[in-house]
């Protein structure tokens, strides 16, 4: 058998742009034949995929799921992008998101480690499984990313909005809740915080965790505001902590009010929670995922598009 060398694997992954592993296993295959290799790329239909590498993939779907070995007190939400809201729809692609978040909830994972974590059916892993679709679907797909959450004793609450299938959909919120509490009445004050976590969207948990420069941005506008009001500055800095309170108001989750019932702060609707409970309840963290936010989406024009395949200037 040929010795299938680093640089060999190097060359052909060059070539074809196909996965490292991909090229190992394509060139073992047909002991170290270069064009035998890039052929069984092209006949696995991985090599086409890395041609579809370089596009812009904002679409797709958020997957949320709850380990089920865990008794509700872990969590994973994950997005994976494709090029086009067709892809949503299709069964192969929301299988590839549900079971990848359903493997992402069993453990902490990284994005690498979870690429290469086994994918449940023909495919070895969940990156081989991404690279499998890219070239029955036909559009560039990617693991953009994710988060877990768990709680020694609680619960995690998950909800998708916008949802085209269970659990999958364009919003996903993750919310921790750690108590020893009633686990059903915990279970559902999770799934309306997390629901209102979808709705209002917070930048952070409590104001301590806000980003200082967020904070620090909003101080400077206020300010400025409230010195165009010509007032004396002990007023000045009265109207500033009075704004900064209505800032807080809106951008943290534990200042916001409630948005089902529109008066409760989400604070003082803990506090009734644990009282209601029997036991202590915290918050200890939350995520919002929204499909494609921070991609920069390329816009195309379509007339200019057919023009431009058909030879035509304007």
Known sequence: MAEITAGLVK???????AGMMDCKRALIEVNGDMEAAIDWLRKK???AAAKKAGRIASEGLIGAAIDDTSNGTA???VEINAETDFVARNDKFQSLVRNTALIAAKQDYTIDSLKTAPFPGESATVDEEITRLIAVIGENMHLRRLVRLSVPQGHVASYVHNAVAPNLGKIGVLVALESSGDKIKLADLGKRLAMHVAAAN????????????????????????ARASGRP????????????RKFYEEVVLMEQTFIIDGKTKIR????NAAKELGAPVQLKAYVR???GEGIEKVESNFAAEVQAQAGITG
Do not use: C, F, H
């Open 268 to 271: 003082e609707m803990l506090e």
């Open 289 to 291: 995922y929204a499909l």
């Open 11 to 17: 060359d052909l992954r060059e070539r074809t742009g």
């Open 45 to 47: 239909g991985l090599a």
């Open 75 to 77: 969590g994973a939400v």
């Open 202 to 225: 917070p930048q952070a948990l409590n104001i301590e965790n806000l980003d200082p420069a967020s904070l620090e941005r909003e101080r400077t506008i206020v300010t400025e505001q």
């Open 233 to 244: 500055e002990e007023i000045i800095a009265k109207m500033v902590d009075g704004r900064l």
